[in-house]
């Protein structure tokens, strides 16, 4: 069995900063990818930071600069720093693993974390 478990994510001031985590677990032979997505209610999910199949990182337009995604692939472990917070990023944030192959030789084609609350105000 394969979970991806986000922690992170909370109340912060605008402005503010906030670290996000991801890790993906269990019988797990390879994985693609992991990158972050979020959404805010009655809209679309978007994707907000992932990386190419070179290993660039790749970031939607409104957060360049101030959001940064790094990994760590031996542990399939994906790290979202959120800088400069506006209340704009305000959204539920949730982490992607793509195409997870396990031990058991199934493949997933995604998986999703549970999702993790971040609001900036004041």
């Known amino acids: 069995q394969v979970q991806v478990v986000q922690s992170g994510g909370g109340l912060v001031q605008p402005g503010g900063s906030l670290t996000l985590s991801c890790v993906a677990s269990?019988?797990?032979?390879?994985?693609?990818?992991l990158d972050w997505h979020r959404q805010v209610p009655g809209k679309a999910r978007e994707m907000v930071a992932g990386?190419?199949?070179?290993?660039?990182?790749v970031y939607m337009d409104s957060v360049k600069g101030r959001f940064t995604i790094s990994r760590d692939s031996d542990k399939n472990t994906v790290y979202l720093q959120l800088r400069n917070l506006k209340p704009d990023d305000t959204a539920v944030y949730y982490c992607?693993?793509?195409?997870?192959?396990?031990?058991?030789?199934?493949?997933?084609?995604?998986?999703w974390g549970q999702g993790t609350l971040v609001t900036v105000s004041s």
């Open positions: 990386f190419t199949s070179g290993g660039s990182t």
């Open positions: 269990g019988s797990i032979v390879s994985i693609n990818g």
């Open positions: 992607r693993a793509e195409r997870v192959v396990t031990m058991g030789g199934y493949t997933h084609s995604e998986l």
